[in-house]
C-alpha cells in the first residue's frame, strides 16, 4: 500500500469516526444535530447542552472509540502472530476468560464489574490465553486454526458455565452483571472509562511500537529467526498486548464478540492493507464500527440494545459468509 | 460381553447412589426395602425414592446416553476427535426457543418449553446443514458454520436474558444450565419413548458409521453414498441430542468425554462403540447429577455445570496426550 493511499485510508477513517462521534453525541431524549453538537462544544458558554453532552454522552462515545479500537487491534495482532484467519479474542476464549474473572470477583466482592475490576480482568484475560494456547499447541502437528478454535470454543464454554454457576445463586449480581456480559456500554461512569483507558491506551501504543516484530512474526518460525528475530520472545509480546487491549475492552464493555475477527478482514478485503497498514486502520475501522453499532439501535428505534448483540447480529453472518467463501477445504 | 456386565453393574451402583445420597439420605438397606417392598416400607422412603429420585436417575441415565451416543455420531460424521452435538447448534437452537417461551409465555412453560427447544434444535440443525452446503458438506467447514450459528444464537439468548424480568431470567438460567429437579415418571416415559427407536437406528447404521469415520475416498471406494449418509447421520444425532435438550436443557461436555472413554474400552469399531458411549454417556451424567445435588447441600449445582466441570479436566488431558491431531 503506497503511503498517499495509506494516508487517504487513515484520514478517512479518522473523519468517519468524527463525524459518527458528533452524531451519536446528540443521539438521545434531548436529541440535537451534529452541527448543534459541534457548536454547543465549541462555545465558549456552557450550555445546558454541553453540560448533557460532556458529562453523561461523551463518556459514552469514548468508551465505544476505545473498546472497538482494541478489541479490533487485538483481532488483527493474533490473526497475524497465530497465522490463524479465525484467530479473535473472542472465539478463542480470552473474552470469557476476562469476563469470568471479573464476574467471580463482582461475586465475592459485592461490587459491580465495570471498569472497577481491571486486574482480575487482566488476570482472566492471560489464564485463558495461555490455557487455549497450551491446549491448542500440544499434539504432533501443533496449533493448526481448527484445533486452537475447538480448543478455544470448549475453554469458553467451560468458562461461561462456570459464569452461570456463579450467577445462578445469586440474584443481585446476575441482575448488576447481566447487562455487562451481554457486552453493553449503556450508563458508563466517566471515572469508570478513566480508570481504563490509560491500560488500552498503553496496548495500542505498545502495540505500534512493535510492529515490525509483529508483521516478521507472520512468517514461518525459521523464517523469523533468520531475520534475527525470537519467535517465542515475539509471542510473549503480541501476547501480553492482547490482554492488555481484550482485558481493558472487557472491563469496560465486556465480552463482545466478532470484532476483532471480521474487521481485519474486512479491512483487508477493502483496502488490501499489508500488516503494518492494517493495524491502525483496523483500530480506526473497529472504533467506528463500535460506535456506529452502539448508536444506531438508539437513533433508529429509540431502544438501547447492547452493543455486543448488535455486534453479534451483524458480525455472526459476516463469519458464516467468510467460512463458506475462503475458506475450508472439506 | 464381560465389559458389557461391568458397565451395567457400574450404572446400577450409580443409581444406587443417586437414590441413597441427597438432602435427605437414606441408608442402602432401607433403599433395597423401598425398591423390592414397597408396600411395608416406611411411607416417606417410599415417597423420596419412587417419586423424587428413582424417575430423576432414570432420566439423567436416559440423557446421558443419548449424548454419549449423539457425541459418537458426531465426531465419526466430522472425523474430529474433538467435535461436539452441540457444534452442531442444537444447544444454541434450543436456549433461545426455550429462553424465548419461558419469558414470553410464563404461564405456560411447562408444557411448552421441551417442545420449543426440540424444534428450535431441529431447526438450528438444519440451518447449519444448508448454510455449510456447497455441492456436498465437509466435515470443517460445518465446524465453523455451527460456531457462527451459535454465536449468532447465543447474541439473541443474551439479548432475551438482558431484557426480560429478572426472576424470569433466574429460572431460565436454571433450565439453561442444564438441570433435572423436578423431573417426574411422566417424563421418563416420553423420553425413553423418544429415544430408544433412535439409539436403535444408530447401533443399526453401526457400519456406515464405521465407513463415514474413514477417508472420503476409501469410503465412497467400498461403496457408500457419502453424503446421503452424513445427512441421515447428522439427523439422528441432531434428533438424540434435541430430544435430550428437550428433556433436560443443553447439557455440554458428556458428547465429548463419553465417546472418548468408549473407544478406549471397545476400540473404534462402532457397533461396539454406540452401545459403550451409551453406557458411559449414562454414567457420567448420572455421577455428575448425583456429584451436583450432594458438593455443596443444601445448594444443588446443575448436572450441567457440573458436566461441564468434570469435562474440562479430561479436556484438558485428551489434547495434551497430542494423539489426537485435529
Known amino acids: 500500500m503506497s503511503p498517499p493511499r495509506l494516508a487517504l485510508w487513515l484520514a478517512g477513517l479518522a473523519a468517519a469516526c468524527l463525524l459518527l462521534a458528533l452524531w451519536s453525541l446528540g443521539v438521545g431524549s434531548l436529541s440535537l444535530s451534529p452541527a448543534r453538537v459541534w457548536a454547543a462544544l465549541v462555545a465558549e458558554t456552557p450550555s445546558r447542552e454541553a453540560l448533557v453532552i460532556t458529562t453523561v454522552r461523551a463518556p459514552r462515545v469514548m468508551a465505544a472509540l476505545a473498546v472497538g479500537a482494541a478489541l479490533a487491534s487485538a483481532g488483527a495482532i493474533m490473526q497475524r502472530i497465530l497465522r490463524n484467519p479465525l484467530a479473535e479474542p473472542g472465539l478463542l476464549g480470552i473474552n470469557a476468560g476476562a469476563a469470568f474473572a471479573m464476574v467471580l470477583t463482582a461475586v465475592l466482592t459485592g461490587t459491580a464489574p465495570r471498569g472497577t475490576l481491571i486486574p482480575a480482568a487482566m488476570a482472566g484475560a492471560a489464564a485463558a490465553s495461555v490455557l487455549v494456547w497450551a491446549l491448542g499447541s500440544a499434539g504432533r502437528r501443533g496449533a493448526t486454526p481448527l484445533r486452537l478454535v475447538l480448543a478455544g470454543v470448549i475453554v469458553a464454554s467451560f468458562l461461561v458455565s462456570l459464569t452461570q454457576a456463579l450467577l445462578i445463586f445469586n440474584l443481585a449480581a446476575l441482575d448488576g452483571t447481566r447487562l455487562w456480559t451481554a457486552g453493553s456500554l449503556a450508563g458508563i461512569q466517566p471515572q469508570e472509562l478513566a480508570s481504563v483507558l490509560p491500560w488500552i491506551a498503553a496496548g495500542l501504543l505498545a502495540a505500534l511500537a512493535a510492529l515490525p516484530g509483529l508483521e516478521i512474526m507472520g512468517l514461518e518460525d525459521d523464517a523469523a529467526r533468520g531475520l534475527g528475530i525470537d519467535p517465542a520472545r515475539w509471542r510473549l509480546i503480541a501476547a501480553a498486548i492482547v490482554v492488555l487491549l481484550t482485558g481493558g475492552a472487557v472491563a469496560l464493555a465486556g465480552p463482545l464478540a466478532f470484532l476483532g475477527l471480521i474487521v481485519p478482514h474486512a479491512i483487508r478485503l477493502a483496502s488490501g492493507a499489508g500488516f503494518r497498514a492494517l493495524l491502525p486502520l483496523c483500530a480506526l475501522g473497529g472504533a467506528a464500527l463500535t460506535l456506529a453499532a452502539d448508536t444506531l439501535p438508539r437513533a433508529l428505534a429509540g431502544t438501547d440494545i447492547p452493543v455486543g448483540i448488535t455486534l453479534a447480529l451483524i458480525g455472526a453472518p459476516i463469519f458464516l459468509w467468510l467460512a463458506r467463501r475462503q475458506g475450508v477445504p472439506g | ?326
Request: net charge positive.
Open chain 2, 1 to 326: 460381553m464381560k465389559r458389557l456386565l461391568t458397565g451395567l453393574a457400574c450404572l446400577a451402583v450409580a443409581l444406587f447412589l443417586a437414590i441413597a445420597l441427597g438432602e435427605q439420605p437414606i441408608p442402602p438397606r432401607a433403599v433395597m426395602a423401598a425398591l423390592l417392598y414397597p408396600d411395608e416400607a416406611p411411607v416417606q422412603h417410599v415417597f423420596i425414592v419412587h417419586t423424587l429420585r428413582l424417575p430423576r436417575a432414570v432420566l439423567a441415565a436416559l440423557v446421558g446416553a443419548a449424548l454419549g451416543v449423539a457425541g459418537t455420531i458426531t465426531q465419526a460424521v466430522m472425523r474430529n476427535p474433538l467435535a461436539e452435538p452441540g457444534l452442531l447448534g442444537i444447544n444454541g437452537g434450543a436456549a433461545l426457543a426455550a429462553l424465548a417461551i419461558m419469558l414470553w409465555l410464563p404461564g405456560t412453560s411447562a408444557t411448552l418449553v421441551p417442545a420449543a427447544a426440540l424444534a428450535g434444535a431441529l431447526a438450528a440443525a438444519t440451518a447449519i446443514y444448508a448454510l455449510s452446503w456447497r455441492g456436498g458438506i465437509g466435515p470443517q467447514r460445518v465446524i465453523l458454520i455451527g460456531l457462527g450459528c451459535g454465536a449468532f444464537m447465543g447474541a439473541g439468548t443474551s439479548f432475551l436474558s438482558a431484557f426480560g424480568e429478572v426472576t424470569a431470567v433466574q429460572r431460565a438460567m436454571l433450565w439453561l444450565s442444564g438441570s433435572f429437579s423436578g423431573s417426574g415418571w411422566r417424563a421418563v416415559l416420553g423420553v425413553a419413548l423418544t429415544l430408544a427407536p433412535l439409539l436403535a437406528l444408530a447401533w443399526i447404521f453401526a457400519r456406515v458409521l464405521d465407513l463415514l469415520a474413514m477417508d472420503e475416498a476409501v469410503a465412497r471406494g467400498l461403496g457408500l453414498r457419502v453424503q446421503a449418509a452424513r445427512a441421515a447421520m447428522v439427523a439422528i444425532g441432531a434428533l438424540l441430542c434435541g430430544a435430550s435438550v428437550a428433556a433436560a436443557g443443553p447439557v455440554g461436555f458428556i458428547g465429548l468425554m463419553a465417546p472418548h472413554l468408549a473407544r478406549r474400552i471397545t476400540g473404534p469399531t462402532h457397533a461396539a462403540l454406540i452401545p459403550a458411549a451409551a453406557l458411559a454417556g449414562a454414567l457420567l451424567l448420572l455421577l455428575a447429577d448425583v456429584a451436583g445435588q450432594n458438593v455443596i447441600a443444601p445448594n444443588a449445582i446443575p448436572a450441567g455445570i457440573m458436566a461441564a466441570l468434570m469435562g474440562a479436566p479430561f479436556f484438558a488431558w485428551l489434547m495434551w496426550k497430542g494423539r489426537h491431531d485435529g
